[in-house]
């Protein structure tokens, strides 16, 4: 496949209590890699804006799928990180010959997309799809937080941390928080 287009596909957000799970589908050149283009959770935020600017700036494609707390709850969080992967293959503008994506799961069943656990330290493409979603995820957040900020979105950007428990506690659940991840967790909530 040394020619051959090849779309890595990647989500962040599915471990959230509050916001969404977002996807990214990158197109790189073939063959081309670079040392930031690991799993995105291995590099410094600093590293990640860095390898963003590299991805940007090298990427065939890049395309993005997003599905809101309304649709994590009504599908569950599997079926929308799928969909929101579909939705960010389905938006790149270039048609991919193969497409590689992180996890053990596929969002369709076609002979040209190939399922990778551990991906995203394997294939640069899904490394880049990692990075990019983790930063529009991460950025996403940083934005909500000034809608809300008891919540500490900013710093948290929606994982269940001790201080996003405690402000759960004591504002109770945004309309942007997981009713679903929430059930059993706080005494006083019911959805």
């Known amino acids: 496949m040394e020619s051959a287009l090849i779309a890595g596909v990647d989500e962040v ?3 959230c209590l509050a916001g969404p799970v977002v996807a990214a589908a990158v197109i790189l050149p073939p063959g081309f890699t ?3 283009l690991r799993d995105s959770k291995t590099l410094t935020p600093g590293q990640r804006e860095v390898a963003l600017k590299l991805i940007f700036t090298h990427a065939l494609a890049v395309s993005f799928g997003f599905q809101g707390s309304a649709e994590i709850d009504r599908l569950n969080i599997l079926r929308a990180s799928l969909r929101a992967m579909q939705e960010a293959i389905e938006t790149l ?7 590689r994506v992180d996890g053990p799961h596929k969002p369709f069943v076609a002979p040209y997309i190939e399922a990778c656990v551990q991906g995203d330290a394997r294939y640069p493409e899904i490394a880049a799809a990692s990075i ?17 900020p008891q919540y500490g979105w900013a ?5 269940p ?5 405690a402000a759960l506690a004591q ?9 679903t991840f929430l059930q059993g967790k706080l005494p006083f909530y019911s959805p």
């Open 13 to 15: 957000g599915r471990g």
């Open 34 to 36: 670079h040392p930031l």
């Open 93 to 99: 503008p270039l048609r991919p010959d193969w497409i």
């Open 132 to 148: 990019v979603a983790k930063v529009v995820r991460d950025k996403l957040m940083a934005l909500l937080h000034r809608e809300f």
């Open 155 to 159: 710093s948290n950007k929606g994982y």
């Open 161 to 165: 941390t001790r201080a996003h428990w």
């Open 171 to 179: 504002y109770g659940p945004s309309p942007l928080h997981r009713r």
